[in-house]
């Protein structure tokens, strides 16, 4: 699904609704602009005038902050059961959401034993230490590849499908 940042054609069908519901994230999916930064902040006219900060912002983004701004606590909610990620994948992103965020059921704080501790795989091993890792790579001229980053992801995707065996299900990867 793309972020709407600017309105669309089908706007006017809006006009004959009494009430609708969008669901949506604020903290996710932000506008795809080629544009700079510094060319898409916007300070003055009748685009700051209706709340546009920045081009690079969500129209979902402008909305909710809209709503915050203005006090509109009925207008806005949050789900704060989730059921998509371990409880240590969601603490990287809980501060994003006042810490609100809490699992849904048992098998999201089970504990992560899939890969050895002790095996020979320098990477088996690293996978072991925990469900989150950050992995440094050299930052390269291009921010639109870098093939040592991709080189690390091939190595540990090689060593989850041998770990995983016939149990390996390449579909939540993109394969």
Same mark, same amino acid.
């Given at each position: 699904?793309? &972020?709407?940042?600017? &309105?669309?054609? @089908?706007? &006017?069908? +809006?006009?004959?609704? /009494?009430?609708?519901?969008?669901?949506?994230? /604020?903290? /996710? =999916?932000?506008?795809? @602009?080629? *544009?700079?930064?510094?060319?898409?902040?916007? #300070?003055?006219?009748?685009?700051?005038? @209706?709340?546009?900060? #920045? $081009?690079?912002?969500?129209?979902?983004?402008?909305?909710?902050?809209?709503? @915050?701004?203005?006090?509109?606590?009925?207008?806005?909610?949050? $789900?704060?059961?989730? +059921?998509?990620?371990?409880?240590?994948?969601?603490?990287?992103?809980? &501060?994003?959401?006042?810490?609100?965020?809490?699992?849904?059921?048992?098998? /999201?704080?089970?504990?992560?034993?899939?890969?050895?501790?002790?095996?020979?795989?320098?990477?088996?091993? $690293? =996978?072991?230490?925990?469900? #989150? $890792? +950050?992995?440094? %790579?050299? *930052?390269?001229?291009?921010?639109? %590849?870098?093939?040592?980053?991709?080189?690390?992801?091939?190595?540990? =995707?090689?060593?989850?499908?041998?770990?995983?065996?016939?149990? +390996?299900?390449?579909?939540? =990867?993109?394969?």
């Amino acid at each position: 699904m793309n &972020p709407l940042n600017s &309105p669309s054609p @089908v706007w &006017p069908a +809006f006009c004959w609704i /009494q009430k609708f519901i969008l669901i949506g994230d /604020q903290n /996710q =999916l932000p506008a795809v @602009v080629a *544009q700079p930064e510094e060319r898409c902040i916007i #300070t003055e006219g009748p685009l700051a005038e @209706v709340g546009y900060r #920045t $081009l690079s912002e969500s129209l979902f983004g402008r909305m909710y902050r809209r709503c @915050v701004t203005a006090g509109w606590d009925h207008a806005i909610g949050m $789900l704060e059961t989730h +059921f998509r990620m371990h409880d240590k994948v969601a603490h990287l992103i809980n &501060p994003w959401y006042d810490n609100r965020l809490a699992s849904g059921n048992d098998r /999201q704080r089970a504990l992560f034993e899939v890969f050895d501790a002790t095996s020979s795989d320098p990477v088996e091993e $690293l =996978l072991s230490r925990s469900r #989150t $890792l +950050f992995i440094p %790579t050299e *930052q390269k001229a291009s921010n639109k %590849t870098n093939k040592e980053e991709a080189k690390k992801v091939v190595r540990m =995707l090689e060593t989850i499908r041998r770990v995983y065996g016939s149990d +390996f299900n390449p579909i939540p =990867l993109g394969w």
